[in-house]
């Protein structure tokens, strides 16, 4: 019962300093003591003395948190649970797409033909799939800044013709009568082309 009666003001347990006794709280058939703590980041928070004294919150919440591991800075919301680790819905985003991120990769490291499989999968279930999805490329596109827009026009406009170039190298490296006919039917696009925009 002695142990009861100790006054813990200005003692220090881990990061805690004991400001001063501000009640008890009943556990059980007994009534434990309830100290107001000081945490070295300067938050206050009322510590029972079992939980104090036994190290069973060394810390305030956002101390015990850590800082986000998305931009390192403090996460001061309450109403989180300690094992949150992040400091905004931005960064849980950021978390969550990394996630999702590294189980891609992990998915192409076991399968590289993932993507033309799951593909051909979707186009099987829908015939309207590429359609839908063009149109949502574009949707996106359009939602976006111009200059950002501008940037990613450019990059595709950029990959595509790496694309094409490679592949006409290949078409006439293995296949010469299929490298005639594609190169027949471009020709044909501009003269066509050509003649529809010729300005006289």
């Known amino acids: 019962m002695a142990g009861l009666e100790t006054d813990y003001t200005g003692c220090k347990f881990h990061a805690l300093r004991v400001v001063r006794l501000v009640g008890h709280v009943k556990h059980g058939r ?3 003591k309830v100290w107001q703590c000081q945490c070295l980041c300067g938050n206050t928070l009322d510590v029972d003395q079992s939980a104090l004294t036994k190290g069973q919150k060394p810390a305030c919440k956002t101390c015990r948190r850590g800082p986000c591991v998305i931009c390192s800075a403090p996460i001061k919301n309450d109403d989180w649970g ?17 996630k999702h991120k590294r189980h891609y990769y992990k998915l192409i490291e076991l399968n590289p033909n993932h993507n033309k499989q799951r593909h051909k999968a979707r186009q099987l279930a829908d015939p309207l799939y590429e359609k839908k999805r063009y149109q949502m490329r574009i949707k996106r596109l359009n939602a976006l800044p111009q200059k950002q827009r501008q940037a990613i026009i450019q990059k595709q406009n950029e990959y595509s013709n790496i694309w094409r170039s490679n592949y006409v190298k290949q078409l006439k490296l293995n296949d010469h009568p299929a490298y005639l006919r594609y ?3 471009t020709n044909a696009y501009f003269r066509r082309w050509y003649k529809a925009n010729k300005i006289n």
Do not use: G, L
């Open 183 to 185: 190169r027949h039917a």
């Open 82 to 98: 300690v094992k949150r680790n992040t400091c905004s819905d931005e960064c849980q985003h950021q978390q969550t797409k990394a």
């Open 30 to 32: 007994n009534f434990v």
